[in-house]
């Protein structure tokens, strides 16, 4: 496994800058062809990193939107409790709105909050100190609950698996190594199997390319090819004919937001996913950190949807424009939410829930 934890480690997601005085991320924008790690210290920068999905992915999100406050409350001049705080708020609130969709960034930014409001009657000097800590707690956090649903997921996948034969898994986006602190969401189950003694050639992975950013070809595929798995890409509009013909026995998808009945957002293309495994009797299931149940938004009807540039549809991979520069291409959602109805289950690090969701989440005791 050293080969493996060398990769995880030299693609880390985020990390502490130099004296931790910035935030370090690996640039994925520039995936696969560049490795480049590059440091945001401002809000500003930190801001624009996730805003232009240099870090994406709901739990990279959070946890670099809590490494962010760490750095930015570090660099608030101010001694004393009220301004600290009033300029904290300020930069919260401004990280906020970089992006809607993922509850997660607003989760990790109100985890940061509390910790400063439960704090107020000690010295700013450590309230400082306990940000470093909360932020490092959160990462933490976050690899012990991939390893939970990869755990979940990988018995999914014992229970499908044929000797001598691969075993065909589908997923969409990215929501692996790459949207988190280790093992990602999605592939924990991948990443859990090469622990438990897997070739990388028992399974083999399906990954959607993911128009119009392809997370799905620049950094699903990349991180399983590196892992040794048996990976492949291919056009979204072909996953019909790979379920149709009996190729995949599984789908794993990530999500960014999970409403309190159990419709799932994540990267545009899910719903189309989820309404073909339903139609070709393929199990699909939506692994999320119980930090991505929003219990306070009751369906996916009240899920805000992220809108992007239409340039990211019509010229942002080709040199040459991908269609005619007066076309409409105003309609480019980052997120389409699947319907609870359609998919097999949820995998949460507390367990695997079932419909009616509602009730299962609250067993687990999500509030
Ligand atoms: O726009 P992105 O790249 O941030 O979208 C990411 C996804 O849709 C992921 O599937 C989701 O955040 C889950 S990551 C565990």
Same mark, same amino acid.
């Given at each position: 496994?050293?080969?493996?934890?060398?990769?995880?480690?030299?693609?880390?997601?985020?990390?502490?800058?130099?004296?931790?005085?910035?935030?370090?991320?690996?640039?994925?924008?520039?995936?696969?062809? /560049?490795?480049?790690?590059?440091?945001?210290?401002?809000?500003?920068?930190?801001?624009?990193?996730?805003? =232009?999905?240099?870090?994406?992915?709901?739990?990279?999100?959070?946890?670099?939107? @809590?490494?962010?406050? @760490?750095?930015? @409350?570090?660099?608030?001049?101010? !001694?004393?409790?009220?301004?600290?705080?009033?300029?904290?708020?300020?930069?919260?609130?401004?990280?906020?709105?970089?992006?809607?969709?993922?509850?997660?960034?607003?989760?990790?930014?109100?985890? %940061?909050?509390?910790?400063?409001?439960?704090?107020?009657?000690?010295?700013?000097? !450590?309230?400082?100190?306990?940000?470093?800590?909360?932020?490092?707690?959160?990462?933490?956090?976050?690899?012990?609950?991939?390893?939970?649903?990869?755990?979940?997921?990988?018995?999914?996948?014992?229970?499908?698996?044929?000797?001598? &034969? !691969?075993?065909?898994?589908?997923?969409?986006?990215?929501?692996?190594?790459?949207?988190?602190?280790?093992?990602?969401?999605?592939?924990?189950?991948?990443?859990?199997?090469?622990?438990?003694?897997? &070739?990388?050639?028992?399974?083999?992975?399906?990954?959607?390319?993911?128009?119009?950013? +392809?997370?799905?070809?620049?950094?699903?595929?990349? !991180?399983?090819?590196?892992?040794?798995? /048996? /990976?492949?890409?291919?056009?979204?509009? %072909?996953?019909?004919?790979? *379920?149709?013909?009996?190729?995949? =026995?599984?789908?794993?998808?990530?999500?960014?937001?999970?409403?309190?009945?159990?419709?799932?957002?994540?990267?545009?293309?899910? #719903?189309?996913?989820?309404? +073909? @495994?339903?139609?070709?009797?393929?199990? *699909?299931?939506?692994?999320?950190?119980? #930090?991505?149940?929003?219990?306070?938004?009751?369906?996916?009807?009240?899920?805000?949807?992220?809108?992007?540039?239409?340039?990211?549809?019509? #010229?942002?991979?080709?040199?040459?424009?991908?269609?005619?520069?007066?076309?409409?291409?105003?309609?480019?959602?980052?997120?389409?939410?699947?319907?609870?109805?359609?998919?097999?289950?949820?995998?949460?690090?507390?367990?695997?829930?079932?419909?009616?969701?509602?009730?299962?989440?609250?067993?687990?005791?999500? =509030?």
């Amino acid at each position: 496994m050293s080969s493996l934890n060398d990769f995880f480690e030299k693609v880390i997601t985020v990390k502490w800058g130099p004296e931790k005085k910035s935030v370090d991320i690996i640039d994925q924008t520039l995936l696969p062809n /560049t490795i480049k790690r590059i440091q945001i210290r401002t809000q500003e920068e930190i801001w624009e990193a996730i805003k =232009k999905l240099r870090v994406r992915g709901a739990p990279a999100i959070g946890v670099s939107a @809590a490494y962010g406050m @760490a750095v930015i @409350a570090n660099d608030i001049p101010d !001694e004393d409790y009220e301004g600290f705080y009033t300029k904290f708020k300020a930069s919260k609130e401004y990280l906020a709105t970089s992006r809607p969709t993922a509850v997660n960034l607003f989760w990790a930014l109100n985890r %940061m909050e509390d910790t400063v409001k439960a704090n107020r009657e000690k010295p700013v000097s !450590e309230i400082r100190r306990l940000l470093y800590a909360e932020a490092e707690k959160i990462r933490e956090e976050d690899v012990q609950i991939s390893r939970n649903i990869g755990e979940t997921g990988f018995r999914l996948m014992e229970e499908l698996k044929e000797d001598g &034969k !691969e075993l065909g898994i589908l997923t969409h986006c990215n929501a692996g190594t790459l949207c988190s602190a280790k093992y990602g969401t999605a592939t924990a189950p991948m990443y859990m199997a090469l622990e438990h003694g897997w &070739k990388g050639t028992d399974m083999h992975v399906y990954c959607d390319e993911t128009r119009p950013l +392809l997370q799905g070809a620049r950094l699903t595929s990349f !991180e399983l090819y590196n892992a040794g798995i /048996t /990976t492949s890409v291919q056009c979204d509009n %072909m996953a019909a004919l790979l *379920m149709k013909t009996g190729k995949i =026995k599984i789908i794993f998808v990530g999500c960014d937001r999970v409403a309190a009945n159990g419709d799932a957002a994540n990267k545009i293309g899910t #719903s189309a996913l989820a309404v +073909l @495994a339903h139609h070709y009797g393929v199990p *699909m299931y939506i692994c999320a950190p119980s #930090s991505t149940i929003d219990m306070a938004t009751p369906t996916g009807d009240d899920i805000p949807i992220e809108m992007r540039d239409p340039e990211e549809i019509k #010229s942002m991979w080709y040199k040459e424009p991908m269609a005619p520069a007066g076309v409409d291409a105003s309609f480019n959602p980052a997120f389409d939410v699947a319907d609870h109805r359609l998919i097999t289950g949820i995998i949460t690090e507390k367990g695997l829930c079932s419909a009616p969701y509602e009730e299962a989440f609250r067993k687990f005791g999500i =509030k």
